[in-house]
T-cell receptor
Framework: AQKITQTQPGMFVQEKEAVTLDCTYD???????LFWYKQPSSGEMIFLIY??????QNATEGRYSLNFQKARKSANLVISASQLGDSAMYFC????????????????FGTGTRLQVTL | DTEVTQTPKHLVMGMTNKKSLKCEQH?????MYWYKQKAKKPPELMFV???????INESVPSRFSPECPNSSLLNLHLHALQPEDSALYLC???????????????FGPGTRLTVT
């Protein structure tokens, strides 16, 4: 079963508008973290924002905010005031809790949403 | 300095060649990762090193051989690859291998590998 689901293969948004990229997740682990990464055509994965499962408030980082709805198991990324440079692939990812300090944990990625910002 | 560097940027190799990919970070991170990414797909985890020891091997074929000479360096040795191994190979590092807290993975720019 998919642990991370991104249902929007592609999205268009006009410059200066806000856009929401959807992400739902599935885990039975009470301790987990959710990440959003941006991947421009150059290939590098750029970390955008993090939300921990025990965080009470939604994460924000500049123009990025994460709409975390724990009961619905969703962690949507909201980009405000879109810019042309925001055009890229966006991946939602989940890190599930590791029981032992020092034991590496894994990041599972969704299939991504390609965002195109237009004039 | 939040940079992960990878060399080379591009690599073309034949199926009988032996080559290596290199990854370096100077952030004091104790976990390093290799991912493989095919076009229009998400990254797939290959290996994880935690405190310079191989911690996770995602059933990767033996023609891929990772090595962690020290806490800053990670290599991926390639031998007898197949054309289907052509992909973007991404290296990443994170501060805490256990993944506790918001210790995000920092990615390098990747090596685009073509196997002919």
């Amino acid at each position: 079963a998919q642990k991370i689901t991104q249902t929007q293969p592609g999205m268009f948004v006009q410059e200066k508008e806000a856009v929401t990229l959807d992400c739902t997740y599935d885990t039975s682990d009470p301790s987990y973290g959710l990440f959003w990464y941006k991947q421009p055509s150059s290939g590098e994965m750029i970390f955008l924002i993090y939300q921990g499962s025990y965080d009470q408030q939604n994460a924000t980082e500049g123009r990025y905010s994460l709409n975390f709805q724990k009961a619905r198991k969703s962690a949507n990324l909201v980009i405000s005031a879109s810019q042309l440079g925001d055009s890229a692939m966006y991946f939602c990812a989940m890190r599930e809790g590791s029981p032992h300090t020092g034991t590496a944990s894994k990041l599972t990625f969704g299939t991504g949403t390609r965002l195109q910002v237009t004039l | 300095d939040t940079e992960v560097t990878q060399t080379p940027k591009h690599l073309v190799m034949g199926m009988t060649n032996k080559k290596s990919l290199k990854c370096e970070q100077h952030m004091g991170h104790r976990a390093m990762y290799w991912y493989k990414q095919k076009a229009k797909k998400p990254p797939e985890l290959m290996f994880v090193y935690s405190y310079e020891k191989l911690s996770i091997n995602e059933s990767v074929p033996s023609r891929f051989s990772p090595e962690c000479p020290n806490s800053s360096l990670l290599n991926l040795h390639l031998h007898a690859l197949q054309p289907e191994d052509s992909a973007l190979y991404l290296c990443a590092s994170s501060q805490d291998p256990s993944g506790r807290g918001s210790y995000e993975q920092y990615f390098g720019p990747g090596t685009r590998l073509t196997v002919t």
